[in-house]
T-cell receptor, first 113, second 112 residues
Framework: DAGITQSPRHKVTETGTPVTLRCHQTENHRYMYWYRQDPGHGLRLIHYSYGVKDTDKGEVSDGYSVSRSKTEDFLLTLESATSSQTSVYFC????????????FGDGTRLSIL | DQQVKQNSPSLSVQEGRISILNCDYTNSMFDYFLWYKKYPAEGPTFLISISSIKDKNEDGRFTVFLNKSAKHLSLHIVPSQPGDSAVYFCAARRGVDDKIIFGKGTRLHILP
């Protein structure tokens, strides 16, 4: 299994609070991705990174920011959490954008009350 | 607008029979297709893929068929086993540097 660790695995917080999710990899892969999974929507890309300090937006980036200061860590921040951001968040990694498949972490279940 | 469509939210199949999961796509530029399997409380895991230059790819009990003219692919699982009960995501990519796009998933239930 690819070495991907997401933390926390579960979090409950209140509307308006900032939240940071962490993805840590031990594979030294260049590309890292954040997805959210919602019923009726499947997996949707939020942001991705193609190197340290290099990030770009995905399909559903509004309300989210990311940072990557080290190869192994990719942080997803909800600057002011809203109930619509209640979801399961998955991190994924790949060595190149054309490398398929991506390898996924086990997810973070986030509830915004 | 959804580019990768899995129109069946769920499917129930008797153990030992064939499971057929379907996926349609709208973008004729997609050149690579993947299937992922997901168990509860785990991340998706890669199952099988197919390039647009092929029409069939087989890996053990799993076979993916691609019909480019119909913009349709299907995943066949034969014979179906209890451990195949999971959510299956169809995904597609437009080019070597493009990100993959996922369908909404189909939940497969294998009945004893």
């Amino acid at each position: 299994d690819a070495g991907i660790t997401q933390s926390p695995r579960h979090k409950v917080t209140e509307t308006g609070t900032p939240v940071t999710l962490r993805c840590h990899q031990t594979e030294n892969h260049r590309y890292m991705y954040w997805y959210r999974q919602d019923p009726g929507h499947g997996l949707r890309l939020i942001h991705y990174s193609y190197g340290v300090k290099d990030t770009d937006k995905g399909e559903v980036s509004d309300g989210y920011s990311v940072s990557r200061s080290k190869t192994e860590d990719f942080l997803l921040t909800l600057e002011s959490a809203t109930s619509s951001q209640t979801s399961v968040y998955f991190c994924a990694i790949s060595e190149t954008p054309s490398e398929q498949p991506q390898h996924f972490g086990d997810g973070t279940r986030l509830s915004i009350l | 607008d959804q580019q990768v469509k899995q129109n069946s939210p769920s499917l129930s199949v008797q153990e030992g029979r064939i499971s057929i999961l379907n996926c349609d796509y709208t973008n004729s530029m997609f050149d690579y297709f993947l299937w992922y399997k997901k168990y509860p409380a785990e991340g998706p895991t890669f199952l099988i893929s197919i390039s647009s230059i092929k029409d069939k790819n087989e890996d053990g009990r799993f076979t993916v068929f691609l019909n480019k003219s119909a913009k349709h692919l299907s995943l066949h699982i034969v014979p179906s086993q209890p451990g195949d009960s999971a959510v299956y995501f169809c995904a597609a990519r437009r080019g070597v540097d493009d990100k993959i796009i996922f369908g909404k998933g189909t939940r497969l239930h294998i009945l004893p």
